[in-house]
Antibody
Framework: QVQLQESGPGLVKPSETLSLTCTVS?????????WGWLRQPPERGLEWIGS???????YYNPSLKSRVTVSVDTANNQFSLKLRSVTAADTAVYYC??????????????WGPGTMLTVSS | QSALTQPASVSGSPGQSITISCTGT?????????VSWYQQHPGKVPKLMIY???NRPSGVSDRFSGSKSGNTASLTISGLQAEDEAEYYC??????????FGGGTKVTVL
């Protein structure tokens, strides 16, 4: 069973860059399936940030694309999220997730527990 | 404002069936059979209930079913139970190779 765990600073100042890491266990990211980041502001709905296939292109939410980078560290079986120029509107629970055990771009079957990220000075 | 439109709330009595709609356009829901539904209890991680319009992941109760007609997808919960009380979100693949979510529907078991 694959497991995911997000890690991050918890608090970021406005205009700075948010950096989060998702550590994957139980399966090698480079072997297959889709992997992605999503977020959920307090008391609000889910928002997709971006996804990638194990060896291919990364796809981003158009509303965030200019500020987001998702990268993969296959050596450590991790993938990361960088979100630049953050504002209070970026305050949210951030989740990493995967389509494992299916190759579905549109379906996240396994999620990390989520990490709360607050943007505040 | 979410790209996909869901009713804010739906309610039903135990044992009844309820249906949640998710309306998009021909560029997302109507154009592809790639609609998913998630259940989220307060403070918990979302759980995938339906993928590719009508498929259930292993372990999901067959009381949950999905369908689609035109630009509207639907999630039906049959034999409503107290544990089904939660927020439900739909998502869809789009012709821009992105994912969109609905705003969520709160299901209340009366």
């Amino acid at each position: 069973q694959v497991q995911l765990q997000e890690s991050g600073p918890g608090l970021v100042k406005p205009s700075e860059t948010l950096s989060l890491t998702c550590t994957v266990s139980g399966y090698s990211i480079s072997s297959g399936f889709y992997w992605g980041w999503l977020r959920q502001p307090p008391e609000r709905g889910l928002e997709w940030i971006g996804s990638f296939f194990h060896s291919g292109t990364t796809y981003y939410n158009p509303s965030l694309k200019s500020r987001v980078t998702v990268s993969v560290d296959t050596a450590n079986n991790q993938f990361s999220l960088k979100l630049r120029s953050v504002t209070a509107a970026d305050t949210a629970v951030y989740y990493c997730a995967t389509s494992w055990p299916g190759n579905y771009f549109d379906a996240f079957n396994v999620w990390g527990p989520g990490t709360m990220l607050t943007v505040s000075s | 404002q979410s790209a996909l439109t869901q009713p804010a709330s739906v309610s039903g009595s135990p044992g009844q069936s309820i249906t949640i709609s998710c309306t998009g356009t021909s560029s997302d829901v109507g154009g592809y059979n790639y609609v998913s539904w998630y259940q989220q209890h307060p403070g918990k991680v979302p759980k995938l209930m339906i993928y590719d319009v009508s498929n259930r992941p292993s372990g999901v109760s067959d009381r949950f079913s999905g369908s689609k007609s035109g630009n509207t997808a639907s999630l039906t919960i049959s034999g409503l139970q107290a544990e089904d009380e939660a927020e439900y979100y739909c998502s869809s693949y789009t012709n821009s190779i992105t994912l969109e979510f609905g705003g969520g529907t709160k299901v209340t078991v009366l």
